[in-house]
T-cell receptor, first 112, second 114 residues
Framework: GNSVTQMEGPVTLSEEAFLTINCTYT??????LFWYVQYPGEGLQLLLK?????DKGSNKGFEATYRKETTSFHLEKGSVQVSDSAVYFC???????????FGKGTRLHILP | EPEVTQTPSHQVTQMGQEVILRCVPI?????FYWYRQILGQKVEFLVS????????KSEIFDDQFSVERPDGSNFTLKIRSTKLEDSAMYFC????????????FGPGTRLLVL
C-alpha cells in the first residue's frame, strides 16, 4: 500500500541555517504530495503541495520538488527562523481514494 | 480566509461514555473527513463523507464510531462508548473535491478518556 517515510526528529538548527527534511514515498499510482505544518498547540496547516512529477511547491520560503525518479519530496528552506519551530508532516493523496496518508512528522527546533 | 472550526477544543470523558465532536467545514466544500492523532504517533485517516453518506472508512472506524451532517453546516463524529485508546487529537478536514483537491484541517479536539 501507499506510505510516506520522513526523517526522524527532532531536528535542531540555529537561526539562518539551511534546512532539509527528507521525505520519500511509496505509491502505486500518481499521488499528490504535501507538506503540512503543525505549530505548537495548533492544528495542521497546508504548507505546500505538488500534484505531478517535477512540480515545485513553495510557500513562506519553503520549497519541495516532486521527484518521481527518486520517489522523494524533500522540504528545504534557505534560512530558517525561530518562528519555523513546529512539527512538519510529509503526506500524499492517491487520486483513487479519499484519504491523505501522513508520515510520522519531524519536529524542528530553531535556536536564536 | 475561510477556515474549518472544531468544538470543543478539549474534552475529558469517562470510559464508556458517548462523546460527540463537532466541526464546521468551509462553506462551499463538499467533502468532509475525520482524522486522529494519538499522542506521538502518525495522523491517521478515519472516514470521509460526501453527499450525506460515508464514502470511505478505515479499519479504525468500527461500529463505535458514526458521522453525521445534521444540518447544512455542522459535521459530527460520535464515539458511542469511549475506550481508553480513543484518547487522541481528532482533526476534521474538508475539501471542494476529491483526488488532488487540498484538504483543509481544523485546529483539532483533544479527547482524553479516563
Amino acid at each position: 500500500g501507499n506510505s510516506v517515510t520522513q526523517m526522524e526528529g527532532p531536528v535542531t538548527l540555529s537561526e539562518e541555517a539551511f534546512l532539509t527534511i527528507n521525505c520519500t514515498y511509496t505509491a502505486t499510482g500518481y499521488p499528490s504530495l504535501f507538506w503540512y505544518v503543525q505549530y505548537p498547540g495548533e492544528g495542521l496547516q497546508l504548507l505546500l503541495k505538488a500534484t505531478k512529477a517535477d512540480d515545485k511547491g513553495s510557500n513562506k520560503g519553503f520549497e519541495a520538488t516532486y521527484r518521481k525518479e527518486t520517489t522523494s519530496f524533500h522540504l528545504e528552506k534557505g534560512s530558517v527562523q525561530v518562528s519555523d519551530s513546529a512539527v512538519y508532516f510529509c503526506a500524499l493523496s492517491d487520486p483513487r481514494d479519499d484519504k491523505i496518508i501522513f508520515g510520522k512528522g519531524t519536529r524542528l527546533h530553531i535556536l536564536p | 480566509e475561510p477556515e474549518v472550526t472544531q468544538t470543543p477544543s478539549h474534552q475529558v470523558t469517562q470510559m464508556g461514555q458517548e462523546v460527540i465532536l463537532r466541526c464546521v467545514p468551509i462553506s462551499n466544500h463538499l467533502y468532509f473527513y475525520w482524522y486522529r492523532q494519538i499522542l506521538g504517533q502518525k495522523v491517521e485517516f478515519l472516514v470521509s463523507f460526501y453527499n450525506n453518506e460515508i464514502s470511505e472508512k478505515s479499519e479504525i472506524f468500527d461500529d463505535q464510531f458514526s458521522v453525521e451532517r445534521p444540518d447544512g453546516s455542522n459535521f459530527t463524529l460520535k464515539i458511542r462508548s469511549t475506550k481508553l485508546e480513543d484518547s487522541a487529537m481528532y482533526f476534521c478536514a474538508s475539501s471542494q473535491g476529491l483526488a488532488r483537491e487540498t484538504q483543509y484541517f481544523g485546529p483539532g479536539t483533544r479527547l482524553l478518556v479516563l
